[in-house]
């Protein structure tokens, strides 16, 4: 059977409660179902900053108005939440977060699951996502997060927003843009798809299936290889 190298990026949406805590069973029912390997090469998983993130970004935002820096506090919680991952894949995982594409080079050689957060300021996890996926040469990169997919407009403002099954580059940009103001390039505020995974999706031939976290029933599917794709799945 062809063996095929994924990143899967996992949104820090899911990862918290409404209170805070972490959802631990969440963080299980993931790795209980990314822990079987036998379809893949090589699996990476990207995790997000989620709410925490967005707490620290906000308290550095006020009391400095330094944008990069606010940034450099969500990638130290998205390190701290991929650092769940790693804990609960024990063996299965290499045990440290690479904190640049060189190190992530170096993991990659051990053969075992990688976790990552944040790269560098500017930028969110789905592009982290997609400069490793361009760099493993992944086929495929799945989103998981906290609706079914990408939709027509804003899901949690307009109940008749439609999931879009399919969609190209070209229609993604112009729906990012639209649906975002000039938040569209602040720390915390970058929405699935920044401005930096719109460039390497332009120029790369990765899938991206973009699908729900919530309910892990369809990502399960795809996972063991019964359905092709979930959510939304964005093509050429
Ligand atoms: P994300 O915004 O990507 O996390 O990273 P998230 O919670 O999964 O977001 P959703 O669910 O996709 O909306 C948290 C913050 O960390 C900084 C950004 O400020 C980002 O908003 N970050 C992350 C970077 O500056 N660089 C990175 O490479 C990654």
């Given amino acids: 059977m062809d063996k095929k190298n994924i990143v899967i990026k996992i949104g820090g949406s899911l990862l918290f409660r409404r209170t805070m805590e972490i959802d631990s069973q969440k963080v299980e029912e993931l790795c209980n179902v990314i822990k079987n390997k036998e379809s893949y090469d090589s699996i990476v998983i990207v995790v997000g900053g989620g709410m925490i993130a967005r707490e620290y970004i906000e308290f550095i935002r006020k009391h400095t108005k330094n944008e990069s820096l606010a940034d450099l506090l969500g990638i130290q919680v998205s390190r701290i939440n991929a650092?769940?991952?790693?804990?609960?894949?024990?063996?299965?995982?290499?045990?440290?977060?690479?904190?640049?594409?060189?190190?992530?080079?170096?993991?990659?050689?051990?053969?075992?699951?990688?976790?990552?957060?944040?790269?560098?300021?500017?930028?969110?996890?789905?592009?982290?996502?997609?400069?490793?996926?361009?760099?493993?040469?992944?086929?495929?990169?799945?989103?998981?997060?906290?609706?079914?997919?990408?939709?027509?407009?804003?899901?949690?403002?307009?109940?008749?927003?439609?999931?879009?099954?399919?969609i190209?580059?070209?229609?993604?940009?112009?729906?990012?843009?639209?649906?975002?103001?000039?938040?569209?390039?602040?720390?915390?505020?970058?929405?699935?798809?920044?401005?930096?995974?719109?460039?390497?999706?332009?120029?790369?031939?990765?899938?991206?299936?973009?699908?729900?976290?919530?309910?892990?029933?369809?990502?399960?599917?795809?996972w063991e290889g019964k359905v092709k794709r979930i959510g939304t799945l964005i093509s050429g």
């Fill in 168 to 222: 190209n580059k070209t229609e993604l940009s112009s729906i990012i843009f639209k649906e975002t103001d000039e938040t569209q390039a602040s720390a915390g505020e970058y929405r699935i798809f920044d401005a930096v995974s719109l460039q390497i999706l332009k120029r790369s031939n990765i899938k991206v299936h973009v699908g729900s976290g919530k309910d892990l029933s369809k990502f399960k599917d795809f």
């Fill in 83 to 166: 650092q769940l991952f790693v804990s609960y894949l024990k063996d299965l995982a290499y045990p440290l977060i690479p904190k640049t594409i060189e190190a992530f080079s170096v993991a990659h050689l051990s053969h075992r699951i990688i976790i990552m957060g944040g790269l560098q300021p500017g930028q969110s996890t789905t592009s982290v996502a997609l400069e490793i996926a361009e760099y493993i040469q992944a086929e495929q990169v799945i989103i998981l997060t906290d609706v079914e997919g990408i939709y027509n407009k804003d899901p949690n403002q307009f109940k008749d927003a439609k999931l879009l099954e399919n």
